[in-house]
C-alpha cells in the first residue's frame, strides 16, 4: 500500500512568517501534486510535478519533488490570511494506474 | 472556468436504501473518477471511468457500488444498500487527457 504522511498536520502562524509543508513516502511516483482544499468544497489543483529534483514557483508558493520522486515540499513566503487552508499532496502511482494516492493534509490559519 | 458539478450537496439517507449520487463533469473531458473523504480521513480513490466502461476500481468499491453515464453528461455513482460506514463526502472528478483534475463540491452523504 502506498502512504503519503503530510506533517505538520496542524500550522498556526502569523501573517508574514514563512511556512514548510512535507510530504513523504517510501514509494517512487510518477508526479505529485497539490491541492489546496476549502470547508466544503472539492480539492483544486495548485501544480503537478513530475521530474526529479523539480521545483516551480506559484506566486510565494514554491514546490519541490525530490530527486528519487519519493517526497515533495511546499513552501510558502510571507504567508497572508488568505493562504488559510487545507493543503493536500497526491501521489500518482507508477505502473499506468489511474488512482491518486492522497495525504492527510495540513490545515494552515494564517492569522492577521 | 469550466467546472465539475454535483447534486445533491447534501443527502440523507437510512440505512439499506438505495442513494444516486450525480455529477456532471466538464463537457469535453474524457475520464471520470468519483474519491471519497470520510470526515477526518484521506481523500480515497473508489472509481476510473473512460471509454465507457471502469477503468480501474479499488478495493473500496465493492458490489454495492456502480457508476453509469447514462446519457453522455451525467456519470452517476449509486449505492445500493448504504451502510453506516458510508457516509463521507463524495467527490466526482474529470479530465481531458493526462492534464489537470478537475473536482467536484462534493455531495455530503449522510446514512442514519
Known amino acids: 500500500t502506498q502512504l503519503l504522511e503530510q506533517s505538520p498536520q496542524f500550522l498556526s502562524i502569523q501573517e508574514g512568517e514563512n511556512l514548510t509543508v512535507y510530504c513523504n513516502s517510501s514509494s517512487v511516483f510518477s508526479s505529485l501534486q497539490w491541492y489546496r482544499q476549502e470547508p466544503g468544497e472539492g480539492p483544486v489543483l495548485l501544480v503537478t510535478?513530475?521530474?526529479?529534483?523539480e521545483v516551480k514557483k506559484l506566486k510565494r508558493l514554491t514546490f519541490q519533488f525530490g530527486d528519487a520522486r519519493k517526497d515533495s515540499s511546499l513552501h510558502i513566503t510571507a504567508a497572508q490570511p488568505g493562504d488559510t487552508g487545507l493543503y493536500l499532496c497526491?501521489?500518482?502511482?507508477?505502473?499506468?494506474?489511474?488512482?491518486?494516492?492522497f495525504g492527510k493534509g495540513m490545515k494552515l490559519t494564517v492569522n492577521p | 472556468e469550466p467546472e465539475v458539478t454535483q447534486t445533491p450537496s447534501h443527502q440523507v439517507t437510512q440505512m439499506g436504501q438505495e442513494v444516486i449520487l450525480r455529477c456532471v463533469p466538464i463537457?469535453?473531458?474524457?475520464?471520470f473518477y468519483w474519491y471519497r473523504q470520510i470526515l477526518g480521513q484521506k481523500v480515497e480513490f473508489l472509481v476510473s471511468f473512460y471509454n465507457n466502461e471502469i477503468s480501474e476500481k479499488s478495493e473500496i468499491f465493492d458490489d454495492q457500488f456502480s457508476v453509469e453515464r447514462p446519457d453522455g453528461s451525467n456519470f452517476t455513482l449509486k449505492i445500493r444498500s448504504t451502510k453506516l460506514e458510508d457516509s463521507a463526502m463524495y467527490f466526482c472528478?474529470?479530465?481531458?487527457?493526462?492534464?489537470?483534475?478537475?473536482f467536484g463540491s462534493g455531495t455530503q452523504l449522510s446514512v442514519l
Open positions: 463537457s469535453n473531458h474524457l475520464y
Open positions: 510535478v513530475v521530474t526529479g529534483g
Open positions: 472528478a474529470s479530465r481531458r487527457d493526462r492534464e489537470k483534475l478537475f
Open positions: 497526491a501521489g500518482e502511482t507508477q505502473g499506468g494506474s489511474e488512482k491518486l494516492v
